[in-house]
Nanobody, 115 residues
Framework: QVQLVESGGGLVQPGGSLRLSCAAS????????MGWYRQAPGKQRELVEA???????NYIDSVKGRFTISRDNGKKTVYLQMNVLKPEDTAVYYC?????????WGQGTQVTVSP
């Protein structure tokens, strides 16, 4: 019943920006920690940034000052604003809700950063 639907990915040049969105259903959205993960081909999936129901955030050093996670509990949506994108940011980005033993994942949205 839990469903997460990502959108907003695409192809951008280095230095460009994208905003990813993740719309949730089937959960009491405001209760749970939400996160954005990414996975490049042949590489391990990694946490990019997470946000609690109360708005506390954490992030990996490689995106500090460039990416910002936020949430709108009324719209049951979490966002990832990505600025100053670099080729190494290229990956499939996944939305995740931290519930149960493994949580739930969205289908992912492709972000490609290329000249």
């Amino acid at each position: 019943q839990v469903q997460l639907v990502e959108s907003g990915g695409g192809l951008v040049q280095p230095g460009g920006s994208l905003r990813l969105s993740c719309a949730a259903s089937g959960i009491i959205f405001s209760v749970y920690v939400m996160g954005w993960y990414r996975q490049a081909p042949g590489k391990q999936r990694e946490l990019v940034e997470a946000i609690t129901g109360g708005g506390t955030t954490n992030y990996i050093d490689s995106v500090k000052g460039r990416f910002t996670i936020s949430r709108d509990n009324g719209k049951k949506t979490v966002y990832l604003q990505m600025n100053v994108l670099k080729p190494e940011d290229t990956a499939v980005y996944y939305c995740h809700v931290m519930s149960g033993a493994f949580g739930s994942w969205g289908q992912g949205t492709q972000v490609t950063v290329s000249p």
